[in-house]
């Protein structure tokens, strides 16, 4: 999430990310920093020193240094995305609220996707092939609540919302960082969405992210000790939206990830998926969840917010919600039912570091565009 130094200055950062090759519903290899269509995208990348001991572009091999270089101890200290990278201010020509909006005349609604071969909680969380934290962490005191907005839902490792948020960790300008995401249906199976600022720089300053991977359902351990209940998932591709790679404009800062596949398994068939919608109307009530990272929180556990969505003008909304950085990239469902719903916006950006309100992007007609070109990859086998 960014930070506005006031509203109509946006205050982006620049970085550096990564990802490997996706194929396309034609099997098409995915071009390399591709700028076609409203998708920009890269192949997976290594950070140099990660690459040199992978020798070579085997998978299995880069799936092996990746885990290596992402210890608990390199997780826990990842910076928030926020606090790595050098803060840059672009204007933006607000519009008049309610004007100027890419919404199409009927919304559009892609479901929920349940899992196909989730295992169950209880095994999930002691499978000891997927503990991120073997040893021993000290226990981590739990973030005070902020506001009456903001909370710990608590969720159990396995519970069918928070198995589908995770946290995001990559490397920007030399320096590990971190973001909040999650999975969302697609025909590929595969897709983990974001924010833009979470994959890319943003801008010609801007650059794609390195050594990227996703942890769904991040989890503590009573005894402090974190999780990755269904494992740690590496990056294929990375997409960013085109308006975002080449101008910055907070309004397109959107992302998405193809992951490739864990034990011969597709990650939406492994913890479900939520659902997407395009061109809804304005102020529906929104459930926001992700990983705050910034004093008062820790960065350790899932938090939720609840609130109405308003109209901030420029293709922009924004609802109460008091997460920090870290948080970035972290869905907002509408029609949440207390396990599944609608991705309709995400954290993106406060004002003034206030951490009062969050913004989004809104999901129009450019956001549609953006899923329609990434939905249907999946990783090469």
Known sequence: ML???RRGL????????AVAAATGPAGAADPSSSQTGSAASTPAQLSPEVARKAKGTDPAARNRVL???????????????????????????????????????????VPPTAPTVVPPAEVATTNVDDVVAPNAIPPIAPSPVT???????????????????GKVFFTMGGQDAVCSAGVVTSPGRALVWTAGHCVHGGGSGGAWARNWVFVPNYTLL???????????????????????????????????????????????DVVGAQGIAFSLPYYPVVTAFGYPAEAPFNGEL??????????????????????????????????????????????????????VFMFSPYYGLSTSAFYNGVKDYTPAS
């Open 302 to 355: 899932l938090w939720r917010a609840d609130s109405n969505s308003f109209d901030a003008g420029a293709s922009i909304i924004f609802m109460q919600n008091q997460m920090n950085g870290g948080s970035s990239g972290g869905y907002w469902l509408s029609g949440f039912n207390g396990e599944s719903g609608l991705v309709n916006g995400h954290n993106s950006f406060t004002v003034d570091g206030a951490n």
């Open 222 to 268: 009573p005894s402090g000790n974190p999780v990755a209940p269904y494992g740690i998932w590496y990056a294929t591709a990375l997409f960013a939206d085109r308006a975002w790679v080449d101008h910055k404009t907070q309004h397109s800062d959107v992302g998405a990830a193809i992951m490739q596949f864990r034990a011969d398994k597709l990650i939406q």
């Open 147 to 165: 506001g009456p907005s903001t909370y710990r839902p608590d969720y159990p490792a396995g519970h069918k919302v928070a198995r589908t948020m």
């Open 3 to 5: 930070q506005n130094l």
């Open 67 to 109: 885990t290596e270089y992402w210890t608990p101890e390199r997780m826990r200290n990842a910076r928030p995305m926020e606090t790595v990278l050098r803060e840059t201010v672009k204007p933006v020509t607000p519009l008049r609220a309610g004007t100027g909006i890419d919404r199409a005349q009927k919304p559009v609604i």
């Open 10 to 17: 946006i205050v982006i950062t620049a970085f550096s990310v």
